[in-house]
């Protein structure tokens, strides 16, 4: 049972556009949300996260949106490029827990 | 900081013969975890350790699957009796409990090829 859904897929931009990616999860017991993107052959690295007091959070290009009552969130990323382009994941944990629950990933790419 | 170091980067072996990955965690960092990628698919987490001791193991993680942190720094996960079903990235993070924030932090993973 994946606990964190993501979506799109896939995602193809123009340089300069703002794709958005989208989670959602069931368990109201997560309470902290990271991003991570990951370039092929390498880890995972963290981009930014949020936790559910907060409804947005921004960080140089980079913004949550966190709809606690839909138990969804979204990655927006402003003024798009084409180093950008990699592989975004979304999860989620229980703070004082253990392990990140994530989504089965986002392949974006930027057009120059 | 030198972050999350993982070692070798790949590793092809034949079915049936056993592998071992080695993880160094961020020094400061009390918790080191593992996951295992497959192609197209988001980290699943393995198991974690909180200093020497693993506090929690998945059911992905059959009993050909062994992992240690002997002494609370770099942690070792060994594979038995290799299946081409194991073929994935396997990647090791590490975290600080005491900070509160409980970010984990990747390293580069080990790429394993069963044949």
């Known amino acids: 049972q994946q606990q964190v859904k993501q979506s799109p897929q896939s995602l193809i931009v123009q340089k300069g556009g703002i794709p958005i990616i989208n989670c959602a999860y069931e368990?109201?017991?997560?309470?902290?949300f990271p991003w991570y993107q990951q370039f092929p052959g390498k880890g995972p690295a963290l981009l930014i996260a949020i936790r559910p007091d907060v409804s947005e959070k921004k960080e140089g290009r980079f913004t949550i949106s966190f709809n606690k009552s839909a138990k969804q969130f979204s990655l927006h990323i402003m003024d798009s490029q084409p180093g950008d382009s990699a592989t975004y994941f979304c999860a989620a944990s229980i703070m004082t827990g253990n392990q990140f629950y994530f989504g089965t990933g986002t392949s974006l790419t930027v057009i120059p | 900081d030198t972050g999350v170091s993982q070692d070798p980067r790949h590793k092809i072996t034949k079915r049936g013969q056993n592998v071992t990955f080695r993880c160094d965690p961020i020094?400061?960092?009390?918790?080191l975890y593992w996951y295992r990628q497959t192609l197209g698919q988001g980290p699943e987490f393995l198991t974690y350790f909180q200093n020497e001791a693993q506090l929690e193991k998945s059911r992905l993680l059959s009993d050909r699957f062994s992992a240690e942190r002997p002494k609370g720094s770099f942690s070792t996960l060994e594979i038995q009796r290799t299946e081409q079903g194991d073929s994935a990235m396997y990647l090791c993070?590490?975290?600080?409990?005491?900070?509160?924030?409980?970010?984990?932090?990747f390293g580069p993973g080990t790429r394993l090829t069963v044949l």
């Open positions: 993070a590490s975290s600080f409990s005491g900070s509160r924030k409980y970010t984990q932090y």
């Open positions: 368990n109201t017991a997560f309470d902290y």
């Open positions: 020094s400061e960092h009390n918790r």
